[in-house]
């Protein structure tokens, strides 16, 4: 059972940075996607950035040369580094993790099915 725990939400300025961290406990094997998702009040939930069990990154047009997803393997750790925030990143911060994959289509189109509690972030003007 895969377990995730999403910590650094807080509250900031707007161009202001935060560094959200998702603890993962468990495993999974072969090909697979963890990504950060955001939900805003009275919003629908998006993706925000992927990665792949490659390497392979991908980020949502809203967030693309601002956030910056990461992980470390040896800490079994999934990072998102968020600068220059803006009042319109407000949201909750998920951290999710798909099931072993068996198809090439990007990580953003993937069913995730391992989900953290979230973290609260927000941006005030």
């Known amino acids: 059972q895969v377990q995730l725990v999403e910590s650094g939400g807080d509250s900031v300025q707007a161009g202001g940075s935060l560094r959200l961290s998702c603890e993962v406990s468990?495993?999974?094997?072969?090909?697979?996607?963890m990504g950060w998702f955001r939900q805003a009040p009275g919003k629908a939930r998006e993706g925000v950035a992927t990665?792949?069990?490659?390497?392979?990154?991908s980020y949502a047009d809203s967030v693309k040369g601002r956030f910056t997803i990461s992980r470390d393997s040896a800490k079994n750790a999934l990072y998102l580094q968020m600068n220059n925030l803006k009042p319109e990143d407000t949201a909750m911060y998920y951290c999710?993790?798909?099931?072993?994959?068996?198809?090439?289509?990007?990580?953003?189109?993937?069913?995730?099915?391992?989900w953290g509690q979230g973290t609260q972030v927000t941006v005030s003007s």
């Open positions: 999710a993790a798909t099931r072993p994959l068996y198809n090439t289509a990007s990580c953003l189109s993937q069913t995730y099915s391992y």
């Open positions: 468990g495993y999974i094997y072969g090909t697979y996607c």
């Open positions: 990665i792949r069990s490659s390497g392979a990154t």
